[in-house]
């Protein structure tokens, strides 16, 4: 596939849903992609990436920016609490704040520099014991503490189980979203965005469908 691919199956998807077009944002994940990839998409007037490493992220994107001018860079993938003022200074929004240590981490800088980046709280919808999140359970007062820490909540994040089937998963997380006042819905990759557009996303995360595969050193 590519681009033009994917941006049609969005606009397709959200027509099946009867959602306005343009109401879902493309984020590309570039992650672990050859430069000249990244280039290519950019050139295409795409403007939204997610990166999942800061020290990667860092190492392209101030000199992309300056060649391209303004571009949106969301941080989808863990965040180390010793890596988080770095987090807040390249990124625009931060989709993966699962637990109590980073939320206060990102709190102190944001009080510290005037600014944070938009926040979404990763939900563990599958309470997969060796993946990151906060427990469906415990999600409320996890909103409810990050905001009387004056954190900037745009939404939630969830990645389902593999293999499952990812429809409960995206309609579980657009009820908690809802229950808290959350707009924001981070949900549906390469293979299932078209079933997270019917329940709701806001964002989605695309990545080898628009770059192709991914090539680890």
Same mark, same amino acid.
């Given at each position: 596939?590519?681009?033009?691919?994917?941006?049609?199956?969005?606009?397709?998807?959200?027509? $099946?849903?009867?959602?306005?077009?343009?109401?879902?944002?493309?984020?590309?994940?570039?992650?672990?992609?050859?430069?000249?990839?990244?280039?290519?998409?950019?050139?295409?007037?795409?403007?939204?990436?997610? %990166?999942?490493?800061?020290? %990667?992220?860092?190492?392209?994107?101030?000199?992309?920016?300056?060649?391209?001018?303004?571009?949106?860079?969301?941080?989808?993938?863990?965040?180390?609490?010793?890596?988080?003022?770095?987090?807040? $200074?390249?990124?625009?929004?931060?989709?993966?704040?699962?637990?109590?240590?980073?939320? %206060?981490?990102?709190?102190?800088?944001?009080?510290?520099?005037?600014?944070?980046?938009?926040?979404?709280?990763?939900?563990?919808?599958?309470?997969?014991?060796?993946?990151?999140?906060?427990?469906?359970?415990?999600?409320?007062?996890?909103?409810?503490? $990050?905001?009387?820490?004056?954190?900037?909540?745009?939404?939630?994040?969830?990645?389902?189980? %593999?293999?499952?089937?990812?429809?409960?998963?995206?309609?579980?997380?657009?009820?908690?979203?809802?229950?808290?006042?959350?707009?924001?819905?981070?949900?549906?990759?390469?293979?299932?965005?078209?079933?997270?557009?019917?329940?709701?996303?806001?964002?989605?995360?695309?990545?080898?469908?628009?770059?192709?595969?991914?090539?680890?050193?």
């Amino acid at each position: 596939m590519g681009l033009p691919d994917i941006t049609a199956a969005i606009a397709a998807a959200e027509s $099946a849903a009867g959602r306005a077009a343009g109401s879902t944002q493309l984020i590309a994940v570039s992650k672990v992609q050859p430069l000249d990839r990244v280039v290519s998409v950019l050139n295409a007037g795409h403007r939204l990436f997610g %990166e999942n490493y800061v020290q %990667e992220a860092f190492a392209k994107w101030p000199d992309l920016r300056a060649q391209f001018g303004p571009v949106s860079v969301h941080m989808i993938g863990p965040l180390q609490t010793n890596k988080a003022k770095q987090a807040m $200074a390249l990124f625009d929004a931060i989709h993966s704040v699962d637990r109590p240590s980073l939320a %206060e981490k990102l709190a102190r800088l944001a009080q510290d520099q005037g600014t944070c980046p938009k926040l979404f709280v990763q939900v563990n919808t599958g309470v997969e014991p060796q993946k990151a999140g906060v427990l469906p359970d415990a999600l409320d007062s996890f909103v409810a503490t $990050a905001r009387a820490m004056d954190l900037p909540l745009e939404g939630l994040m969830c990645i389902p189980p %593999e293999g499952a089937d990812p429809a409960p998963h995206f309609a579980m997380l657009r009820a908690m979203a809802a229950r808290n006042g959350l707009s924001g819905l981070s949900m549906g990759m390469s293979s299932d965005f078209a079933t997270a557009i019917a329940h709701g996303a806001t964002h989605v995360r695309v990545g080898s469908a628009i770059f192709g595969d991914r090539i680890y050193a």
